[in-house]
């Protein structure tokens, strides 16, 4: 099945600086992905909609400055935590769907997460 | 607006007894219905889905859900669980007739299977 990849799979960052997160398709295009951030025993929560070649769509309560997001390409989306502190620390997660197969009732894939520690 | 819950953090049951994971969602137009399992510190694995069709789908490693339209459920089932079972267990919803929009997730129920 499809597969998405996502690295780094941890990260320690000290506060103030900014962390690179890659969210890629690796055997199917994606012109949109989704990034999710997890708090530890909670659901996930929907950040952004990443389009490719366009702007991001953010929800509401998210810092489109502090969380940038590029979609440069149709394979690869991603997202820079910017100037972070500890309260950015959790557990990131992208995901996207291949479209071209089977429509709206395509299940969405995931990558491994990444699990951001500011100190 | 599409929300879906899943009433139960967490779901105890021994090895080699039946397993129900329980949701319930609410959406305007037709539910495209998903199951996904999480491990520690992993991304998110998909199990099965329901799109149309037959009300009871099969996915992986043994699970399967039934679709309940009057009840606008899709509990989570396997008739054997396994300690390798214990994780976490997300249901989600899509609008289907919505387009590429992303999934609305419930809050997670924890399995563990007790040997």
């Known amino acids: 099945g499809a597969v998405v990849s996502q690295h780094p799979s941890r990260v320690i960052c000290k506060s103030g600086t900014s962390v690179k997160i890659e969210c890629r398709s690796l055997d199917f295009q994606a012109t949109t992905m989704f990034w999710y951030r997890q708090f530890p025993k909670q659901s996930l929560m929907l950040m952004a909609t990443s389009n490719e070649g366009s702007k991001a769509t953010y929800e509401q309560g998210v810092e489109k400055d502090k969380f940038l997001i590029n979609h440069a390409s149709l394979t690869l989306s991603t997202l820079t935590v910017t100037s972070a502190h500890p309260e950015d620390s959790s557990f990131y997660i992208c995901?996207?769907?291949?479209?071209?197969?089977?429509?709206?009732?395509?299940?969405?894939?995931f990558g491994q997460g990444t699990r951001l520690t500011v100190v | 607006a599409q929300s879906v819950a899943q009433p139960e953090d967490q779901v105890n049951v021994a090895e080699g007894n039946p397993l129900t994971v329980k949701c319930t969602y609410s959406v305007s137009g037709n539910p495209y219905l998903f199951w996904y399992v999480q491990y520690p510190n992993r991304g998110l694995q998909f199990l099965l889905k329901y799109i149309t069709g037959d009300n009871l789908v099969k996915g992986s490693y043994g699970f399967e859900a039934e679709f309940n339209k009057s009840q606008t459920s899709f509990h989570l089932k396997k008739p054997s669980a396994l300690v390798s079972d214990s994780a976490l267990y997300f249901c989600?919803?899509?609008?289907?007739?919505?387009?590429?929009?992303?999934?609305?997730f419930g809050k997670g129920t924890r399995l563990s299977v007790i040997a």
């Open positions: 995901s996207a769907r291949d479209q071209g197969t089977g429509g709206a009732g395509t299940e969405a894939f």
């Open positions: 989600a919803v899509r609008d289907g007739g919505r387009g590429n929009t992303p999934l609305v």
